[in-house]
């Protein structure tokens, strides 16, 4: 089985209301997301297919079946579009990034031939991106942000062993990282809301238990965490993942970069 991806864009406007709602919820739920003059976005779909090598031709698909279903639906119904303004099916949902993967979903799945469609994900921008599977819930990942600096050094091992399996990152003084946090919670998109999880709710826990607990700090000698523990990032998106999980119930997976060369999963 190979698997195989391709990249379409487009762009799109909305806002997000409900009608049974006053002004203030509106507001209070949706944020800036509520401006009646709505906004938009510049849409990334990255669509996966899925199916068995053709001996003759050596492909799977012909990436131009894939850009005649996929560009074909999107220049038709969401390129350049006001989505709850002029879809009926998102006139009738909030055109949420959920919504829209799960609506893209339904659409194309059983649309190309020869491959079977395994995974779409939808970047809003480079902080938020929902996906859907082949029989699994939608899933939305939200990108957050700290600095910190840490020493790579274990009291299990002597200096000599600490020296040798670190090296510089051994250094007594410590260094430090810009870390991108990947927070990723999966459900059902609420049938008003059209969201999996409140992103206000989202952002304000993570920014609580952890934005503020670990940005711009020495990770081995300022937090309760790591003081008995080697924040080596593989540890450090553990234990993010282990306190996150406490209080966001749908959390799916938390993921971290450490660099642009080094990335860490844990999965809730």
């Excluded at 762009?11 to 002004?23: G, I, K, L, Q």
């Excluded at 029989?135 to 062993?161: C, I, N, P």
């Amino acid at each position: 089985m190979i698997y195989l991806s391709r990249k379409l864009h487009f762009s799109a406007a909305h806002v997000y209301h409900v009608d049974a709602w006053t002004e203030e919820e509106n507001k209070r739920v949706f944020g800036l997301c509520n401006n009646p003059n709505g906004h938009g976005h510049d849409y990334v779909l990255e669509i996966m297919v899925r199916g068995e090598l053709d001996p003759k031709s050596g492909i799977v698909v012909n990436i131009t079946d894939i850009d005649r279903v996929a560009k074909g639906l999107i220049k038709s119904e969401l390129d350049g579009k006001f989505l709850d303004r002029e879809h009926p099916y998102f006139q009738e949902r909030i055109p949420t990034t959920e919504n829209i993967v799960e609506y893209l979903w339904q659409a194309l799945d059983g649309k190309f031939p020869d491959c079977e469609l395994h995974q779409l994900i939808l970047r809003e921008n480079h902080y938020l991106h929902a996906e859907k599977e082949r029989d699994s819930m939608v899933r939305l990942t939200r990108k957050y942000h700290f600095s910190a600096a840490h020493r790579l050094h274990s009291y299990l091992l002597s200096d000599e062993e600490n020296k040798r399996i670190f090296g510089k990152c051994n250094n007594p003084n410590g260094h430090g990282h810009n870390y991108y946090l990947d927070v990723t919670v999966q459900g059902e998109p609420d049938s008003v809301t059209g969201m999996i999880m409140n992103l206000g709710d989202l952002d304000q826990i993570v920014d609580e238990l952890i934005i503020k607990k670990f940005d711009h700090k020495h990770l081995n000698l300022d937090t309760e965490e790591f003081k008995e523990l080697n924040p080596t990032s593989d540890v450090v998106v553990m234990v993010i993942c282990q306190i996150l999980a406490e209080r966001i119930p749908k959390l799916y997976k938390v993921g971290l970069w450490e660099t642009e060369k080094n990335y860490f999963e844990y999965y809730a």
